[in-house]
């Protein structure tokens, strides 16, 4: 696995440079350094999480710059990672990351609500035919209603692991999973 290595204002991992940005910050990513809406500590607990789970099939909600997405797909290196993103958008550093990419283990799909259940369960279908997920990141739109009806799409249908960004430090195994959960802790 590859191994995060700190620079002031970002970081390195393999081949790849990020850039970390806040609320208020310059996002543009013209300088081809993955932009990442994620603190230091955030990325320290995801690189410990996929290091204990080595995650093969995965999802991701809510790409924003795309840097995330590309984060997940150098630590974990899986088989094949969806990430899911509402918005229509061209994201010049993430696509040139997927064009040197050797295999077909990246797909982003645009325009998907992750409320939208049908649309959302035959992207991964499509993507995954059918192959029960890793882990599951949900860092969209962090409201209660859209993050459930995904949650009960990927989860009830797939997903051994689900880790929300707006819960950041609960990992939820299928277990012990309720959807209590989902209402409590909001
Ligand atoms: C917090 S940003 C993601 C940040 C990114 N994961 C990162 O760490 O750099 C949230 C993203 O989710 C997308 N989003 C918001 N609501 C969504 C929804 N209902 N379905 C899918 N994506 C959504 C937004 O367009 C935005 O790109």
């Known amino acids: 696995m590859n191994r995060v290595s700190w620079h002031s204002d970002g970081f390195s991992l393999g081949d790849e440079t990020f850039r970390i940005v806040k609320f208020g910050m310059n996002h543009d990513e013209t300088d081809g350094a993955h932009v990442i809406f994620k603190p230091r500590w955030m990325i320290q607990r995801y690189e410990a999480l996929i290091k204990s789970l080595k995650p093969a099939h995965m999802v991701e909600l809510g790409i924003y710059k795309g840097g995330s997405t590309v984060?997940?797909?150098?630590?974990?290196?899986?088989?094949?990672?969806?990430a899911i993103e509402i918005e229509q958008k061209s994201l010049p550093t993430l696509e040139k990351y997927i064009e040197g990419l050797p295999a077909n283990s990246l797909k982003v799909c645009f325009g998907i609500n992750q409320a939208d259940k049908s649309r959302l369960v035959a992207a991964v279908d499509q993507e995954h035919g059918g192959t029960a997920l890793d882990l599951v990141i949900d860092d969209a739109s962090h409201y209660l209603?859209?993050?459930?009806?995904?949650?009960?799409?990927?989860?009830?249908?797939?997903?051994?692991?689900v880790f929300t960004s707006s819960k950041i430090g609960r990992l939820v195994m299928k277990s012990q999973m309720t959807s209590a959960f989902l209402t409590k802790s909001h």
């Open 145 to 161: 209603e859209e993050t459930t009806q995904s949650f009960n799409a990927l989860f009830h249908s797939y997903a051994k692991a």
């Open 71 to 82: 984060l997940f797909h150098e630590l974990a290196q899986p088989k094949k990672l969806t």
